[in-house]
């Protein structure tokens, strides 16, 4: 499994209740995924495609949880491709990045901002 992208970010709300909501959302996700539930760690992996794999981490913080997710490439054949096509596709970290921003405003039971969602709009219409 090699590393793709990697971000965190701190929710102002208790881990516990945290870790209920990122569990709840991945299971309510829009594409059909393979999910690890580890509650005793607060971690989930979710895996889907031939090549991706998501993890996540909820811990405690003195602010509320601190949330750490991975992008994993578990491709088993052509796996040298994810990197090339990914590279091909511009602004994959940007997205990445800007889809997980969004996850932590949801997380925290807080409307999404405005500025975060168009940047996000505007890196995906780039592709």
């Not at 940007?94 to 997980?100: A, K, L, Q, S």
Request: without cysteine; glycine residues 12%; positive net charge.
């Amino acid at each position: 499994m090699k590393p793709l992208a990697e971000v965190s970010g701190v929710v102002g709300a208790p881990a516990p209740e945290v870790f209920a909501r990122l569990e709840r959302r991945l299971r309510g996700g829009e594409y059909p995924m393979r999910l690890e539930v580890d509650p005793e760690r607060r971690t989930l992996a979710a895996q889907g495609g031939w090549w991706y794999r998501g993890e996540y981490a909820v811990e405690d913080h003195p602010a509320g949880a601190l949330v750490r997710h991975r992008v994993l490439n578990v491709a088993e054949r052509g796996a040298w491709a994810v990197p090339l096509a990914n590279r091909f596709f511009a602004g994959f970290r940007g997205r990445v990045r800007d889809g997980f921003l969004e996850l932590l405003a949801e997380l925290g039971g807080k409307k999404r901002s405005g500025r975060i969602r168009e940047r996000a709009r505007t890196v995906r219409s780039r592709e």
